[in-house]
């Protein structure tokens, strides 16, 4: 790997730069690490199989797997590389330009595609394009909805069903091969360009409804914000699940809260059932830090003293020395808990700013660098994460 100065290092998988933290380089013990991409605003995450500073992020750089996906080639009025049903009265396809319908069609050069039904069906589609079970980011440019419905995916479970216009950017996990695009109902217009298909790295992280790109501090960059209603970033996969180590670790996230207000939000959650998890929350005015295993729960309740700003919270677990030790800020906060259970099952769940995908208890604020470790860090190290970010 290659070190580079302030707060830079290198993408293991190639040789995109992304901010990370001077705390973290070259640190063997890191499993997890989740910032923001301080340039275009991506999530960026870091999934640790061999214990060696591998860093990935959700602009994973594989291929375009679509062809003409911006319509810009046509031939006899149908776009080049896409195949087409069509079923009913009067179903189209056409180029056009911008703010144009299918009576302006066709517009040479225009840039969009225009699908016009009139209560039929009408699909457009590539095949061959996914892999089932394979994660992948999409992208469309919606540029009008004149009514109904425009449904793309490759199949119930995947599929985006589009009723306003609107720039897509998600990620999905392919349910069948064929990538769809289909009127589904409504007779008029629908236009769009700039439709893209790429793999993203399995390990990342999938984020539903939080808002990426905002700025935090000047130390600690940029931030994800979660609205309290339905956003929620899930890292959770098989893989990711058999690295971790409910024994010894570390979990360290920098926050922010819009609320202090009684109530109770998730700020991060991992988990195998309701008796075995690490748990993150806010209640009321108060940061609560659980360590539950075996159905015995030990946990700290901190005093945040509801700062507007970002605070650092830290829970460290060591069964062996059997130990939970909190820091807020980079101070212990309460007692060291003792008489830890005994886990049982294995993590199914991995969620930060809810308590689960429906999802629940969303936090409300802004979250960055978080940070997960298979190790017990020392109280020094902590200290020294939250001096980084600047809440100590």
Known sequence: MTSLPQRLLTVFSDSTIVPIGDLIEGDSD???????QETSGSIVSAINP?????LVYTDYPLSELLANG???????DDPDDWGNTESGSDPEISEVATGESHTDAPTIGGGFANMYTTGSLLVIWQSSICTVGTRYRRTLALNTVVSGTLVIGTGAGDQLFLDAPEDVLDEFVAVHTTWE????????????????????????????????????????????LFDAVNDYLNFFTGDWAALFDESTGTLNVFAQSNTWAAGTDTLAVISADANNKIL????????VASYIAGGTTDSVTVASGSPAGYFMITMKWNVPSDAVTVLYNG????????????????????IIGAASTTP?????GHITRYALYVAV??????LAMAQSGGVA
Do not use: H
């Open 30 to 36: 890191l499993l997890v690490y989740f910032a923001m």
């Open 50 to 54: 061999a214990r060696a500073p591998i």
């Open 360 to 364: 629940t208890q969303s936090w409300s």
């Open 70 to 76: 911006d319509f810009s080639a046509w031939t006899a």
């Open 280 to 287: 993150i929350e806010r209640t009321g005015t108060d940061i």
């Open 377 to 382: 860090k020392t109280d020094a190290e902590i």
């Open 331 to 350: 101070v212990q906060s309460g007692d060291i808990q003792t008489g830890l259970g005994t886990w049982s099952g294995t993590i199914d769940t991995a």
């Open 181 to 224: 695009m289909k009127r589904q109902s409504g007779a008029t217009d629908v236009t769009f360009n700039n439709n893209s298909i790429k793999e993203t790295n399995p390990l990342n992280g999938i984020y539903t409804g939080a808002t990426v790109g905002q700025t935090a501090t000047t130390l600690l960059g940029y931030s994800v």
